[in-house]
T-cell receptor, first 113, second 107 residues
Framework: DAGVIQSPRHEVTEMGQEVTLRCKPI?????LFWYRQTMMRGLELLIY????????DSGMPEDRFSAKMPNASFSTLKIQPSEPRDSAVYFC???????????FGPGTRLTVL | GIQVEQSPPDLILQEGANSTLRCNFS?????LQWFHQNPWGQLINLFY???GTKQNGRLSATTVATERYSLLYISSSQTTDSGVYFC?????????FGPGTRLSVLP
């Protein structure tokens, strides 16, 4: 298995633009997580899905952030409009049902100018 | 929710030295992971260790769930071990990450 796949790996955009981050979980995994990592706040959970259904989005910073999982092999995290304070590394992770071990993708480094 | 503490926050070693990193939890641990974030930012799974001891090469980990802590041992450290080591514990279906231990191994 290729592991968790994220794209793009790097994104530079201007304030006010829409940003879409993509994630493909490990095949067969039932859970998908989106995290954000910053120097100030460390790693923090934004939202997670179980069987494509959002379960907990309490970590989503505000309405500018939205996430979808239209099928078991694809999820998106969208920021609209983006702001400089959204600059961070965004990680996607997945895990199976039986074992609570998470596997992380390589991350997307987002810079909002 | 569960609180996770890690110590030391920073550690500098000479290549070849051994080290022990500690992770404390505020509540009972049902399952725990150790990760290494390398200088390129990748989060690499080291151990999934709800309890007991596991070893993988120069690394080993021990979790004492009843006492709410876990230890990561690095023996004969190498420069490639540099990076940040995170432990993560359960909070519902998610993991809460500790603040990390930043390790620098000098040649």
């Amino acid at each position: 298995d290729a592991g968790v796949i994220q794209s793009p790996r790097h994104e530079v955009t201007e304030m006010g633009q829409e940003v879409t981050l993509r994630c493909k979980p490990i095949s067969g995994h039932d859970y998908l997580f989106w995290y954000r990592q910053t120097m100030m706040r460390g790693l923090e959970l934004l939202i997670y899905f179980n069987n494509n259904v959002p379960i907990d989005d309490s970590g989503m910073p505000e309405d500018r952030f939205s996430a979808k999982m239209p099928n078991a092999s694809f999820s998106t995290l969208k920021i609209q409009p983006s702001e400089p304070r959204d600059s961070a590394v965004y990680f996607c992770a997945s895990r199976g049902l039986a074992v609570n071990e998470q596997f992380f993708g390589p991350g997307t480094r987002l810079t909002v100018l | 929710g569960i609180q996770v503490e890690q110590s030391p926050p920073d550690l500098i070693l000479q290549e070849g030295a051994n080290s022990t990193l500690r992770c404390n939890f505020s509540d009972s641990v049902n399952n725990l992971q150790w990760f290494h974030q390398n200088p390129w930012g990748q989060l690499i799974n080291l151990f999934y260790i709800p309890s007991g001891t596991k070893q993988n090469g120069r690394l080993s980990a021990t979790t004492v769930a009843t006492e709410r802590y876990s230890l990561l041992y690095i023996s004969s450290s190498q420069t490639t071990d540099s990076g940040v080591y995170f432990c993560a514990g359960p909070y519902g279906q998610n993991f809460v990450f500790g603040p990390g231990t930043r390790l620098s191994v000098l040649p």
